[in-house]
């Protein structure tokens, strides 16, 4: 394979113009037309990686198959290209810093004074290119995040300026900017765009393609402006209209041919055109479905819909497959520990329990649960969602009285849920849980098994705390199955009930494993269960 080729994206004017989907998008496109591609974003902040930042702070944490805690930019690179991504696909200032020094502290800079540049910055090189040495792909696009003009960014900036001069011709620039629609005066604006070109050029980087985030078209004439003062051809300003789904977008781009001028100019093979039959098909059973369901989703952050990202989007896969609409409705579970869960129910067709830590909102939870179970309405129950499964059905059915998970009462009487044994002794709380993809052995003849139609599965974890095996006999005898088990440690992977048309907690994440050509089965038959007694009410 000739050497691999990098594409770099860049935002300017404002943050939130969605980098991420552009990148996913212009990957999508190169797929489809045949090309071996992988995203990479990297991330200016200091932490070590997204673990330990609080959901409200940047969204929902994203788990690779390796383990990595990343950025919910990957979840949409997986979605879209339907391969898994790994720690390599995420980098942040914090990690390149602590190598850095590390590599100090062990005398490998040989006396040198230690610098940004060319210390950080040769660090930030190597894991750009990382992904390019595997020999797995001919394109490598890396986002970069935040935007042009932040001192957090620099030294990326100054990574790829060196980049593209070592690099030459297999090295590119796209810069996703803003056209702002000024109201008083009815005309888009270019001024902002040129000033973000501008700084980029302070920084000895010239974009190669302006992607334009815009509500209206681009007339030829701000396209011939944009030309000019960025220093680009005509045919690389390319319009990014408002889309009705992030899923439109590489649609939307492959009319504007931005893989082809990307092709273009990094001297690649533009003849073939894309083959997005699949990703058309599954535009038209979203954009068309033939029924309609409600699902409450119960957890603590439900205000930013951003920190359960990854459960939404499996829902709207899993709806596409059932050419059914799926209506989210969040639930703070907060306010069902003061409120009547009845009212909260009313109109829903499903429940799922989303995960999370810590002690706010969860007896909220164990209410939903027991609606849930009592009532027979379908329910999926994820990590500590499973976890409030296992609690409620404790305390309700087994008359555990205050039975709960350690995390929650570390007194408790009944610890159904408690720590794992290899977490006792750890006090760093960074990337320290269990995490990434574990085997699970599923029971015939169970739930789980008709979803998965397989013996062993694997699957993405991210928890600490477990089902205690204590309480294994005590749950089976009494109608909860344990259908799902890691084959190597015996611990439970999936719990469900026998007396019910379809309730399962499953301690690991399906939802990282859903995307558009394989929507996850347990989303999928989930949905298929609320679709039939939505139907049937009882
Ligand atoms: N807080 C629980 C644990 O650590 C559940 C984690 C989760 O839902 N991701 O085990």
């Keep these: ?16 113009l969605g980098k991420g989907i552009i990148a996913a998008s212009l990957a ?9 591609v992988t995203i990479q974003k ?18 929902e944490c994203y788990v690779t198959d390796d383990g990595a805690e990343t950025d919910l930019d990957l979840g949409h690179y997986e979605r879209f290209l339907n391969r898994p991504t790994s720690q390599a696909n995420n980098v942040t200032t914090g990690r390149i810093y602590q190598s850095v020094i590390d590599k100090e502290r062990k005398g490998e800079f040989l006396g040198k004074t230690v610098q940004v540049i060319p210390h950080i910055t040769d660090e930030i090189k190597y894991r750009i290119k ?3 040495n595997t020999g797995e792909f001919e394109l490598v696009i890396t986002e970069i995040g935040g935007t042009v003009g932040d001192i957090e960014a620099l030294p990326y900036i100054e990574a790829v300026r060196q980049l593209k001069w070592e690099l030459g011709e297999d090295c590119m620039v796209i810069h996703l900017t803003l056209i702002p629609f000024l109201a008083a005066t009815g005309e888009l604006k270019t001024k902002p765009t040129q000033h973000s070109v501008k700084t980029l050029l302070e920084s000895g980087l010239q974009p190669d393609i302006l992607v334009c985030r815009t509500q209206m078209a681009l007339s030829d004439e701000i396209k011939r402006k944009l030309a000019l003062f960025c220093n680009v051809k005509k045919e690389a300003v390319i319009e990014a209209r408002d889309a009705e789904t992030i899923y439109a977008v590489p649609i939307l781009m492959s009319k504007e041919r931005l893989d082809e001028v990307v ?5 690649l093979p533009y003849n073939n055109e894309p083959d997005l039959d699949n990703w058309k098909d599954f535009l038209y059973r979203l954009k068309y479905p033939k029924a309609e369901v409600s699902i409450g989703l ?21 709806g596409a497959a059932n050419e ?4 989210i409705r969040w639930i703070h579970s907060d306010r069902l520990e003061s409120v009547n869960v009845e009212e909260d129910m009313k109109g829903l067709d499903g429940v799922l329990v989303a995960p999370g830590f810590g002690e706010r909102g969860f007896e909220g939870k164990l209410e939903m649960v027991r609606y849930a179970r009592e009532n027979k309405v379908p329910f999926l129950g994820i990590c500590l969602g499973m976890q409030a499964a296992v609690i409620e059905f404790a305390r309700n059915v087994l008359k555990l009285e205050g039975a709960n998970s350690t995390e929650i009462n570390p007194e408790t009487k009944h610890p159904v849920i408690a720590l794992m044994n290899d977490q006792k002794s750890i006090v760093n709380k960074g990337g320290t849980m269990r995490l990434g993809a574990c085997d699970c052995e599923l029971k015939e003849g169970s739930k789980a098994y008709d979803v998965y139609h397989r013996k062993v599965i694997s699957e993405r974890h991210r928890h600490r705390y477990e089902f205690n095996n204590r309480y294994f006999q005590q749950f089976e005898e009494n109608g909860m199955q344990m259908t799902g088990i890691n084959p190597d440690s015996g611990l439970v992977e999936i719990v469900e009930l026998l007396d019910h048309p379809w309730f399962v907690g499953v301690q690991f994440h399906p939802e990282y494993k859903s995307t558009v050509a394989r929507p996850h089965p347990l ?9 039939a007694s939505a139907h049937n009410p009882n």
Excluded: W
């Design 324 to 327: 059914c609409k799926v209506n």
């Design 298 to 318: 119960v957890g603590k952050y439900v205000e930013l819909k951003d920190s359960y990202k990854s459960i939404a989007e499996a829902f709207i896969h899993a």
């Design 263 to 267: 092709l273009k100019r990094l001297n």
């Design 1 to 16: 394979m000739s050497a691999t080729k990098y594409i770099f994206v860049t935002g300017g004017v404002t943050s939130s």
């Design 523 to 531: 989303f999928v038959h989930f949905i298929a269960a609320v679709l």
């Design 28 to 36: 999508k496109l190169l797929q489809a037309r045949g090309y071996s």
């Design 42 to 59: 990297l991330d200016p902040y200091i932490n070590i990686d997204p673990g330990t930042l609080n959901p409200y702070e940047h969204g």
């Design 130 to 132: 990382l992904l390019g």
